[in-house]
């Protein structure tokens, strides 16, 4: 596995350097084992401009591994929840503003493997990072880690915005100093986000959007991005910054377990 960060830029922002056109227009039906459903369709598809950094395929999450079921670094979504995103897009691109998604559809062979990662208390390898303050024998009570996932429901999005143009961030390599991702900006591992006031995936408290310890240019941040996504017709889990599900998903019921492909 490379430990280079997948970080897909997109032409209409900055020089595509991770998503071949061809293989964006890849149809559902190819490959084995499940596939995606025709209700599905990469965000690259309908709005190149939003930028991916798909986490999950490379080690730099909480699980410190690549995540089972992520094959290509890309964005799946529902038609209708990829088209909220370009409606989103469209209203910060005027404020100069990108958004930059983290991770999309999660097959629900990536939630079990979250569940077992959390179940071997053994391995702590992230825990510097990612929940330094949060027992990982906890997880499960704290809500942190679920057997089931709304992402894998194809309509929900952890994401971020970053003000253009996009700087280029540095590869994570295992095995490297972690720092806490509450840290102030200077310190946590860089991402060309702007200053939410926690990293992505960040297992503490302040990362809950309105947390009241969250103040000043931080919290603009973060309302902004909520503004947008509100408007585009998205709803915000209360928990997470980040992560957002479309009002009226069209598989409100169903946990999906195709690859990433």
Same mark, same amino acid.
């Given at each position: 596995?490379?430990?280079?960060?997948?970080?897909?830029?997109?032409?209409?922002?900055?020089?595509?350097?991770?998503?071949?056109?061809?293989?964006?227009?890849?149809?559902?039906?190819?490959?084995?084992?499940?596939?995606?459903?025709?209700?599905?369709?990469?965000?690259?598809?309908?709005?190149?401009?939003?930028?991916?950094?798909? $986490?999950?395929?490379?080690?730099?999450?909480?699980?410190?591994?690549?995540?089972?079921?992520?094959?290509?670094?890309?964005?799946?979504?529902?038609?209708?929840?990829?088209?909220?995103?370009?409606?989103?897009?469209?209203?910060?691109?005027? @404020?100069?503003?990108?958004?930059?998604?983290?991770?999309?559809? $999660?097959?629900?062979?990536?939630?079990?493997?979250?569940?077992?990662?959390?179940?071997?208390?053994?391995?702590?390898?992230?825990?510097?990072?990612?929940?330094?303050?949060?027992?990982?024998?906890?997880?499960?009570?704290?809500?942190?880690?679920?057997?089931?996932?709304?992402?894998?429901?194809?309509?929900?999005?952890?994401?971020?915005?970053?003000?253009?143009?996009? $700087?280029?961030?540095?590869?994570?390599?295992?095995?490297?100093?972690?720092?806490?991702?509450?840290?102030?900006?200077?310190?946590?591992?860089?991402?060309?986000?702007?200053?939410?006031?926690?990293?992505?995936?960040?297992?503490?408290?302040?990362?809950?959007?309105?947390?009241?310890?969250?103040?000043?240019?931080?919290?603009?941040?973060?309302?902004?991005?909520?503004?947008?996504?509100?408007?585009?017709?998205?709803?915000?889990?209360?928990?997470?910054?980040?992560?957002?599900?479309?009002?009226? @998903?069209?598989?409100?019921?169903?946990?999906?377990?195709?690859?990433?492909?």
């Amino acid at each position: 596995m490379s430990s280079l960060r997948v970080l897909v830029l997109p032409s209409a922002v900055l020089a595509v350097v991770a998503s071949a056109p061809g293989a964006a227009a890849a149809a559902p039906g190819t490959g084995s084992g499940p596939q995606r459903p025709p209700g599905f369709v990469a965000l690259a598809e309908v709005d190149p401009t939003i930028l991916q950094e798909m $986490r999950y395929i490379t080690p730099h999450n909480f699980t410190g591994h690549r995540v089972a079921g992520y094959e290509r670094p890309r964005c799946l979504l529902t038609r209708p929840a990829a088209e909220a995103l370009r409606r989103a897009q469209r209203a910060l691109l005027r @404020e100069g503003y990108t958004l930059k998604v983290y991770d999309c559809y $999660r097959p629900q062979r990536a939630v079990n493997d979250f569940v077992a990662w959390a179940k071997d208390l053994a391995d702590v390898r992230m825990k510097a990072e990612f929940y330094p303050r949060v027992e990982k024998s906890r997880l499960f009570e704290d809500g942190y880690i679920a057997a089931k996932s709304g992402h894998s429901r194809g309509s929900t999005v952890d994401l971020t915005i970053v003000r253009l143009p996009a $700087r280029p961030t540095r590869p994570y390599v295992p095995g490297e100093p972690l720092v806490p991702c509450f840290a102030p900006r200077a310190e946590r591992f860089p991402d060309n986000s702007v200053d939410m006031g926690t990293g992505f995936d960040c297992f503490d408290t302040l990362s809950h959007t309105l947390d009241p310890r969250i103040t000043g240019r931080q919290r603009a941040n973060r309302l902004v991005l909520k503004s947008a996504m509100e408007r585009a017709g998205l709803v915000n889990l209360p928990e997470e910054w980040w992560h957002y599900t479309l009002r009226d @998903e069209p598989y409100p019921a169903t946990y999906f377990d195709f690859p990433v492909r």
